[in-house]
């Protein structure tokens, strides 16, 4: 019997390590002390008391350790992943051939951000595996608001049919931005269209705009020209704001801002034509006051 106690003991440990041992003494401790309730004396009652909440705390810390192991190993690997990713962009033949690039960031009060964007994309020379995009709030945002960012990418048909969500891995990189790849179901064969919809939440992205009231850049560049990209920003219900163009001019560039009010809420549409490659445009807000 004791063999064969030993046996399951030891097996115990091994699929259910510290944290298993804890909980059992944690059990058998707790057990004793309902016992000690209706038999005990007080000294034995008190002393069952404090014994379990020793062994609670113990499991708090070591459960607090774990954590903060996991999450640091986490960020390791996603570091990791987000670098060997970049990396593949560099080597592989594989190109993105943006024709459309729809984005939408609706904003609140208090700078939370809701945005959406459309792409429909064109896979040139080689099979692609995954989609790389960075993004940043541009300003130096706290930690605790980027663990709060969440983002979704799924597949879009040409008919607005949603498809399923893609697996997507995201680091931030030391300088604030938010490296996101979107992993395919299946490789992109070349020259075949592939239409993503993504969607995200972001605390606090248009706090300088929002909350500081300065003046707030909205812009975005491509590693590939661009056919077509629009930048639509849609205030909260009742602000108004002023524009200007950032890096654009007539008439070298093909483009057009428009103002307009839908449900109450002041829109500002920004839409490209022909847009070069590593070239920083959007526009600039301000709120009126």
């Given at each position: 019997?004791?063999?064969?106690?030993?046996?399951?003991?030891?097996?115990?440990?091994?699929?259910?390590?510290?944290?298993?041992?804890?909980k059992?003494?944690?059990?058998?401790?707790?057990?004793?002390?309902?016992?000690?309730a209706?038999?005990?004396?007080?000294?034995?009652?008190?002393?069952?008391v404090?014994?379990a909440?020793?062994?609670?705390?113990v499991?708090?810390?070591?459960?607090?350790?774990?954590?903060?192991?996991?999450?640091?190993?986490?960020?390791?690997y996603?570091s990791?992943?987000?670098?060997?990713?970049e990396?593949l962009?560099?080597?592989?033949?594989?190109?993105?051939?943006?024709?459309?690039?729809?984005?939408?960031?609706?904003?609140?009060?208090?700078?939370?951000?809701?945005?959406?964007?459309?792409?429909?994309?064109?896979?040139?020379?080689?099979?692609?595996?995954?989609?790389?995009?960075?993004?940043?709030?541009?300003?130096?945002?706290?930690?605790?608001?980027?663990?709060e960012?969440?983002?979704?990418?799924?597949?879009?048909?040409?008919d607005?049919?949603?498809?399923?969500?893609?697996?997507?891995?995201?680091?931030?990189?030391?300088?604030?931005r938010?490296?996101?790849?979107?992993?395919?179901?299946?490789?992109?064969?070349?020259?075949?269209?592939?239409?993503?919809?993504?969607?995200?939440?972001?605390?606090?992205?248009?706090?300088?705009?929002?909350?500081?009231?300065r003046?707030?850049?909205?812009?975005?560049?491509?590693?590939?020209?661009?056919?077509?990209?629009?930048?639509?920003?849609?205030?909260?219900p009742?602000?108004?704001?002023?524009?200007?163009?950032?890096?654009?001019?007539?008439?070298?560039?093909?483009?057009?801002?428009?103002?307009?009010?839908?449900?109450?809420?002041?829109?500002?549409?920004?839409?490209?034509?022909?847009?070069?490659?590593?070239?920083?445009?959007?526009?600039?807000?301000?709120?009126?006051?």
């Amino acid at each position: 019997m004791l063999k064969s106690f030993s046996q399951w003991l030891e097996k115990f440990l091994q699929d259910e390590g510290a944290v298993g041992v804890v909980k059992g003494l944690l059990g058998f401790v707790t057990f004793g002390a309902v016992l000690s309730a209706f038999f005990g004396s007080v000294a034995i009652r008190a002393a069952f008391v404090a014994t379990a909440l020793l062994l609670v705390f113990v499991l708090m810390v070591h459960l607090s350790a774990r954590v903060a192991k996991l999450e640091s190993e986490s960020r390791q690997y996603r570091s990791l992943l987000s670098t060997y990713c970049e990396m593949l962009t560099e080597l592989q033949s594989s190109v993105f051939d943006i024709k459309v690039w729809e984005q939408e960031a609706v904003i609140e009060t208090n700078g939370d951000t809701r945005e959406f964007i459309t792409v429909t994309a064109v896979i040139r020379e080689a099979d692609a595996a995954f989609f790389r995009l960075v993004f940043g709030a541009g300003w130096d945002q706290p930690k605790a608001i980027q663990k709060e960012v969440t983002a979704r990418v799924r597949s879009l048909e040409v008919d607005g049919t949603e498809g399923p969500s893609f697996v997507v891995t995201s680091h931030w990189r030391d300088d604030g931005r938010l490296d996101m790849v979107s992993h395919f179901h299946s490789p992109a064969e070349v020259d075949s269209e592939v239409r993503l919809k993504m969607e995200w939440t972001w605390p606090r992205k248009c706090v300088p705009l929002m909350v500081h009231q300065r003046p707030d850049r909205f812009v975005f560049s491509f590693r590939r020209p661009v056919e077509r990209a629009t930048y639509k920003i849609v205030l909260p219900p009742g602000v108004d704001a002023r524009w200007g163009v950032v890096s654009l001019t007539r008439p070298r560039d093909d483009f057009e801002i428009v103002p307009s009010t839908s449900g109450g809420r002041t829109e500002i549409k920004l839409t490209l034509k022909n847009l070069p490659a590593n070239r920083k445009v959007g526009m600039m807000l301000e709120l009126k006051r």
